[in-house]
C-alpha cells in the first residue's frame, strides 16, 4: 500500500535511459508509516543543504541529480470506518560539481507534494532555489579559518536585510492565463514520470 499508484516503478522504468550511472529509485530507511525511496550515486553531497548527506548520480558535464519519493501513511477513524490517506512527496534536486571535489554544491530543486489537502496554498508541483547557500557557507568557512568568525556575524546582519528566497514555493505549473490553479494533486504514476521527463529535459536544455 506504500506506493498505491505504482509511482517508483514507473519513474525507474521511465527514467533509467536519461543517466549515464544506474539510475534506480531503492528503499531507504524511514519510519513505521514513512516510506521513502531514493537514487544512489557516487559522489557526496547535502540534500536540503545542512540537512543530509546523499549520494547523487551523474547526470552530464558537471551536473549531477537526486532524486527522492516518500510517501507518509495517516490513519484515523471516523465513526467505525478506518481510513487511511497517503501523502506523496517526490523531490528532483540538481547538483554541480567537479567530479574530485568533496562536495557537490546544490543549485535548486523541484519538488511535488501532495499531502490530500483540499485547502493547500502552496504551489503543487514548484521550484526550490538553493544556490546561495554554496556562496554563504564558503564565506562560513573561511570566516571560521582567518577572523574568528567576525565576518559571519556581517553576513547575518546583511541576510536578515534580504527575503529569503529558499523559503518560497515558485509556482511551476500555474496556467493563470487560462484561469486554472497553481495548485495540481497526483493523479497517477503516469502524470508523475511524464512531468519527470520533461522537468529533466528542460533543465538540462537550459543547463547546456
Not at 107 to 116: S, V
Not at 201 to 207: Q, V
Request: charged share 25%.
Amino acid at each position: 500500500m506504500s506506493d498505491f499508484l505504482g509511482i517508483v516503478e514507473a519513474i525507474n522504468k521511465e527514467c533509467k535511459v536519461l543517466f549515464i550511472e544506474n539510475f534506480k529509485l531503492l528503499p531507504s530507511k524511514g519510519h513505521h508509516n514513512i516510506y521513502v525511496y531514493r537514487t544512489f550515486g557516487n559522489a557526496s553531497a547535502l540534500n536540503r543543504y545542512d540537512y543530509e548527506p546523499v549520494k547523487v548520480l551523474r547526470w552530464f558535464d558537471n551536473f549531477w541529480v537526486y532524486v527522492e519519493v516518500k510517501f507518509i501513511i495517516e490513519k484515523s477513524k471516523i465513526v467505525n470506518r478506518n481510513i487511511e490517506n497517503t501523502h506523496t512527496n517526490i523531490s528532483l534536486s540538481v547538483y554541480e560539481g567537479q567530479e574530485g571535489d568533496d562536495m557537490k554544491i546544490q543549485l535548486f530543486r523541484a519538488e511535488w507534494d501532495d499531502m490530500n489537502n483540499p485547502e493547500e496554498k502552496h504551489s503543487q508541483p514548484h521550484w526550490h532555489i538553493t544556490s546561495s547557500q554554496a556562496i554563504e557557507k564558503t564565506f562560513e568557512e573561511y570566516s571560521s579559518h582567518f577572523d574568528d568568525g567576525d565576518f559571519i556575524s556581517l553576513l547575518e546582519k546583511e541576510k536578515d536585510k534580504v527575503f529569503d528566497v529558499k523559503k518560497i514555493h515558485f509556482a511551476m505549473n500555474g496556467n493563470w492565463q487560462d484561469n486554472q490553479t497553481h495548485v495540481h494533486p497526483i493523479r497517477s504514476a503516469d502524470q508523475v514520470t511524464k512531468w519527470l521527463k520533461g522537468l529533466l529535459a528542460h533543465i538540462r536544455l537550459e543547463l547546456v
